[in-house]
């Protein structure tokens, strides 16, 4: 059993910054592939970026690339998603999740956070 716990939300203009972090319980948090994911209102979970449980691999969704790093530090049981140059259409719901392997399908995930709100204002 893996619990995670999101944190690092909150509102920011349109070109800035946010990091978020995902704190997680149990001594197995290197085992696993960590995901991040998003939901705006009225649209689908959908995938922004995953790290394998080494940090060796990443892989990261189209609209991510470029602008958001995926990134974990398993001596700290934590992982992290930088997010730079953010847009009005980042704007979400952002979920950590924690699954055997490195995919971008929410199924994929056994173990979820409870979210944070990512607020990008014009």
């Known amino acids: 059993q893996v619990q995670l716990v999101e944190s690092g939300g909150g509102s920011v203009q349109a070109g800035g910054s946010l990091k978020l972090s995902c704190a997680a319980s149990?001594?197995?948090?290197?085992?696993?592939?960590m995901g991040w994911f998003r939901q705006a209102p009225g649209k689908e979970r959908e995938f922004v970026a995953a790290?394998?449980?080494?940090?060796?691999?990443?892989h990261y969704a189209d609209s991510a690339k470029g602008r958001f790093t995926v990134s974990r530090d398993n001596a700290k049981n934590s992982g992290y998603l930088q997010m730079n140059s953010l847009k009005l259409e980042d704007t979400a719901v952002y979920y950590c999740?924690?699954?055997?392997?490195?995919?971008?399908?929410?199924?994929?995930?056994?173990?979820w956070g409870q979210g944070t709100q990512v607020t990008v204002s014009s």
């Open positions: 999740a924690a699954g055997p392997l490195l995919l971008i399908g929410t199924g994929a995930y056994a173990f």
């Open positions: 149990g001594s197995t948090f290197k085992s696993y592939a």
């Open positions: 790290i394998s449980g080494s940090g060796g691999s990443t």
